[in-house]
């Protein structure tokens, strides 16, 4: 059972200066759930997970390259990202907020 004391917020928590902070919110069997918060980056951030990963952004603005395409992506989107996928964060707006949801393949 879980009691609102056992609550817990996602709005919390201050960007960082640069860069970005990544919490583990929630990790069960093949299933990993973690917030993003943006700082200010200086040059683009390169990615590739071994997971498949579905990431929405809960607040802000960024600019992604996904294996070669430009996407856009503004409050309430969200995009999937198959496992070992290069992708790019290009742009983020300063505090932005992100939750993403790591499982394995199932290819």
């Keep these: 059972m879980i009691l609102k004391s056992d609550a817990f917020n996602i709005f919390t928590g201050e960007p960082p200066k640069e860069g970005e902070v990544f919490e583990t919110l929630f990790l069960k069997d093949d299933i990993k759930i973690v917030k993003i918060i943006s700082g200010k980056i200086e040059e683009p951030m390169e990615f590739c997970q071994e997971e498949d990963e579905w990431v929405v952004l809960c607040k802000g603005r960024a600019l992604l390259a996904v294996d070669g395409r430009r996407v856009e992506l503004k409050e309430g ?12 964060l290009l742009e983020v707006e300063e505090g932005s907020l992100w939750l993403a949801f790591h499982f394995k393949s199932s290819q």
């Design 77 to 88: 989107d969200y995009i999937y990202i198959p496992a070992k996928t290069p992708h790019t």
